[in-house]
């Protein structure tokens, strides 16, 4: 089953970038500028960006980290790690991108500062997500900040239609009432969780903070 999602992928990165564009490269750049403001990324911090795609938000985050710290994106489609590294060459900004799956991240424990995931959650099945959210706790410093976004459900009916076939084509039923609302189960690997609508209304972060090491569970 993995091994047909990731060639979903791969395919899929052909057209990605395009697709973004097309429905509008600049709303989407404003976007990832939202996410990475509210996860107060400063120079000298060490970010990870999981399920990075071809690596927008990685490569945003080391344009402004500008070589002071360190941006990397990791995801487990080689098509869409090409793309994202070729877009480091091009432009020359300093990222690195690992090939991974995120319920097994090849860092060692307190590595980051930092962690991202943008419009991905929602496309990993319940099991990799539980897996997916501990790996990014084991891997934040305590204190680290762990920050999401994805879409609020449409009001179009045709739209929130599609939106909610591809929920279920992703999952099960759980994937719908994570998606409705995140907090709940963020919660339970992070504290102080909060969700904030983004500009323009359309998309939404939630944000938790890497609680104490001797208060959870690192097994
Ligand atoms: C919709 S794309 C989002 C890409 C990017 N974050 C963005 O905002 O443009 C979802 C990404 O998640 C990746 N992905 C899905 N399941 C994954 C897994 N188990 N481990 C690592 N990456 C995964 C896919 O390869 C794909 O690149």
């Given at each position: ?44 911090q ?67 500062d930092v ?29 680290g ?75």
């Amino acid at each position: 089953m993995r091994v047909w999602r990731r060639r979903y992928y791969d395919l899929f990165s052909l057209i990605y970038d395009v697709i973004i564009a097309l429905h509008s490269r600049d709303k989407s750049a404003r976007l990832r500028r939202f996410l990475l403001e509210k996860a107060g990324l400063i120079q000298g911090q060490r970010l990870l960006d999981i399920c990075t795609g071809t690596g927008a938000v990685a490569l945003r985050a080391g344009r402004l980290l500008g070589g002071a710290g360190l941006a990397v994106g990791v995801d487990f489609s080689w098509g869409m790690l090409k793309k994202a590294s070729q877009k480091a060459w091009e432009n020359n900004v300093q990222a690195n991108f690992v090939l991974a799956d995120v319920s097994r991240l090849p860092f060692q424990n307190a590595r980051f500062d930092v962690v991202t995931c943008s419009h991905a959650m929602y496309e990993l099945d319940p099991a990799t997500r539980q897996a997916a959210l501990l790996e990014v706790r084991r891997v934040l410093v305590p204190g680290g900040v762990f920050i999401m976004m994805e879409h609020m459900e449409p009001s179009n009916p045709l739209i929130r239609l599609l939106y909610n076939i591809r929920l279920a084509s992703m999952g099960s039923s759980e994937n719908k009432e994570f998606a409705r609302d995140e907090r709940p189960f963020l919660s339970q690997y992070f504290d102080d969780v909060v969700l904030e609508v983004a500009p323009g209304g359309r998309s939404k972060i939630i944000r938790g903070i890497s609680p104490p090491r001797d208060s959870e569970n690192m097994s």
